[in-house]
């Protein structure tokens, strides 16, 4: 094998130029949020802009740049997007009929790429090559790896502002068709802003987890509400599919030490991380964090292997049976499946575990009640009746697993807004629900 210096060099160009070898018809694969090679994606858009591609399509998910091909419908058929997951970029392109979404566990995706998907190209930002000729897949590994087996091609952005993760994925110069160096900030989520109901909410949870527990949090001011009120408890762990900004001030406060879990212990795993500055400065060169597939992070089998397992999910709406809607409103298009399920289920099936599924009572001010007697037509079911566990708003706890549909029924329309109690109680009893 030639000398990795002169490997990198042989293979170094720009993103433009990159972009150039890209040819119509063309399917190009990403992984989430900071791996994307935003310059590289960027370059490939403006040359469909000026008539010179058709037929291109770019997967994403969780998208932490704007694209053109999201936000234009006039790109349409030159370059279009397909998301696993989609974040507010992708929503109006998915709704407006110019950009296509793939239905599925976030756990499964490896599994779909390598039975059902084949690229022309995969296109990750990583962090620079190390003295042996590695590069860090950096804060995303989530099916990366995945990726690599179905491509026929790989190109790589390296960014100097990427942290280097330790423990997690690496790809070899050998492996990479051509690179293009660059130096960007990383994309940083505004925090979020706790009001009076996410913090009574996450009151709620948190006296809800015991010492010891290993959690899991998603995004939102729920989430942030109950990390916070952690901070008071000792011997946390963190098994999670995101490793967010609250999950570094537990451990920075000494409230998460991972010394109680059944596995990985004394570390924190994840299969990415994203948020702010200081989640980026944690992960670089540090041996406590696993950035690890998401076949294996989010798998049920996995995750209930540690004891006292928390899982903390949101959803858009609620029914009297306990499923769950937290991908449209309606038949509108708003997200993906994610890893709820896989932590509701591993949540469930761990010894001592709880599963939380958290949410403001109401919608648009007060006019819309979140629980309903029924979905709204056309609403997406995520998590079924038989999985739901705990259901939390700011007026209590309904415990729905194993109850019947009377007591779901009754302990849900008593954490309904008061505004909308009677009227769910005169829905239950027209459809004849024993309340």
């Known amino acids: 094998m030639k000398d990795i210096h002169a490997l990198y060099n042989e293979k170094l160009t720009s993103a433009a130029e990159l972009a150039s070898r890209v040819e119509s018809g063309w399917l190009i694969g990403m992984d989430n949020a900071i791996s994307q090679p935003k310059d590289f994606i960027n370059a490939v858009s403006d040359r469909a802009k000026k008539g010179e591609l058709s037929g291109v399509w770019v997967q994403t998910m969780l998208d932490s740049y704007p694209y053109a091909f999201y936000e234009d419908d006039s790109l349409n058929g030159k370059i279009n997007g397909i998301s696993w997951f989609s974040s507010a970029g992708s929503r109006k392109a998915v709704n407006g009929g110019y950009a296509d979404v793939v239905p599925g566990y976030y756990r499964d995706m490896p599994s779909h790429i390598r039975s059902s998907w084949d690229y022309d190209t995969v296109a990750i930002s990583v962090s620079p090559m190390d003295s042996h000729g590695y590069f860090s897949l950096s804060c995303t590994n989530s099916y990366a790896e995945a990726l690599l087996d179905k491509t026929k091609r790989v190109y790589l952005e390296i960014n100097r502002q990427l942290p280097r993760a330790v423990r997690g994925s690496q790809i070899h110069i050998s492996r990479v068709d051509a690179l293009y160096e660059t130096d960007y900030a990383l994309p940083v989520l505004p925090p979020a802003k706790l009001d009076e109901t996410s913090t009574i909410i996450g009151g709620y949870i948190a006296e809800m987890i ?18 916070a009120a952690l901070k008071s408890k000792h011997d946390l762990g963190i098994h999670t599919e995101m490793f967010t900004d609250s999950m570094v001030e537990l451990i920075n406060c000494g409230a998460v030490n991972n010394s109680k879990k059944q596995t990985h212990r ?36 996995v995750i209930c292997l540690n004891d006292n397992m928390i899982s903390i999910n949101a959803a858009l709406e609620v029914d ?31 010894k001592g575990g709880k599963s939380f599924i958290a949410f403001p009572s109401t919608a648009k001010g007060g006019t819309i009640s979140k629980i ?31 109850q019947s549909l009377a007591s779901r029924t009754k302990q849900l329309i008593a954490i309904a807004h008061p505004d909308f109690r009677d009227e769910l109680t005169f829905e239950a009893r027209k459809r004849g629900i024993m309340i």
């Open 320 to 350: 009297f049976w306990g499923q769950v809607c937290a991908e449209s409103i309606g038949t509108k298009h708003v997200s993906g499946s994610g890893g709820q399920v896989d932590y509701v289920r591993g949540a469930c099936q761990s």
């Open 266 to 301: 004394y570390r924190s795993v994840t299969t990415f991380a994203f948020g702010s500055q200081r989640i980026y400065d944690y992960v670089d060169d540090n041996p406590a964090i696993e950035i690890l597939p998401v076949d294996y992070v989010n798998d049920p089998a």
């Open 372 to 402: 309903k007697p029924i979905l709204t037509p056309g609403a997406i079911v995520t998590t079924s009746k038989n999985d739901v566990d705990y259901v939390v708003t700011e007026f209590g706890v309904a415990h729905l697993r194993g």
């Open 210 to 227: 015991p010492d010891g527990a290993c959690i899991q949090l998603g995004i939102g001011a729920i989430p942030d509400a109950v990390g």
